[in-house]
């Protein structure tokens, strides 16, 4: 049973490009959740996503960072005009419900530079 | 603002000794708890859930849970050198008061150092 998977793996991008960073998650789980992770800082919950809603995007940037989780195909969390500041690495984790009860598991993440 | 603090370490033991991480949380609707091992450069990997007061035990591993003082904690006996990681705590909680929407909150974890 594949894990969950993200890509690409390593992404630089120059300050004004769009970063685009997919995440397919565990056979099986539909419920989606994207995190940021800081140099020395903890993980940073961003946005909650099912199969083509978004539940909860409280913990992300209100401009310039959207995200989606279609019916077909990954999910993708899109940063418009990066900024130096965006530079983190950035985890996908799913669950196959809700996570009151259910554990999250990571993929590898995406490590953005912003040069 | 929903707050996980875990000994800021780092934690250094000798090998085959127990290894004792800490993590305090402050909302007390939160529901479950959860320890990720980080290696450096990797993702969080799931080492335990615990969702219940008392001792939950797996190979090397122990959660114990006490909702009354809002504190969690993991025992890692019989340390080993692989078992070097920064550990985070993690704790499912309402986003808001009334709210039905909840997340993981997680602790800036703590650097484990097992010595040979």
């Known amino acids: 049973n594949a894990g969950v998977m993200q890509n690409p793996r390593h992404l630089v991008r120059r300050r004004g490009q769009e970063a685009r960073l997919r995440c397919s998650p565990m056979k099986g789980h539909s419920h989606v959740y994207w995190y940021r992770q800081l140099p020395e800082e903890g993980l940073k919950f961003m946005v909650y996503l099912q199969k083509e809603n978004i539940i909860d995007e409280s913990g992300m940037p209100k401009e310039r960072f959207s995200a989606e989780f279609p019916k077909e195909g990954p999910s993708i969390l899109r940063i418009q005009q990066v900024v130096r500041g965006d530079s983190a690495a950035y985890f996908c984790?799913?669950?196959?419900?809700?996570?009151?009860?259910?554990?999250?598991?990571f993929g590898p993440g995406t490590r953005l530079t912003v040069t | 603002q929903k707050e996980v603090e875990q000994n800021s370490g780092p934690l250094s033991v000798p090998e085959g000794a127990i290894a004792s991480l800490n993590c305090t949380y402050s909302d007390r609707g939160s529901q479950s708890f959860f320890w990720y091992r980080q290696y450096s450069g990797k993702s969080p990997e799931l080492i335990m859930f615990i969702y219940s007061n008392g001792d939950k035990e797996d190979g090397r591993f122990t959660a114990q849970l006490n909702k009354a003082s809002q504190y969690v904690s993991l025992l890692i006996r019989d340390s080993q050198p692989s078992d070097s990681a920064t550990y985070l705590c993690a704790v499912y909680g309402r986003r808001d008061r009334g709210s039905t929407l909840g997340r993981l909150y997680f602790g800036r974890g703590t650097q484990l150092t097992v010595w040979p």
């Open positions: 984790a799913s669950s196959p419900r809700p996570s009151s009860s259910y554990e999250q598991y």
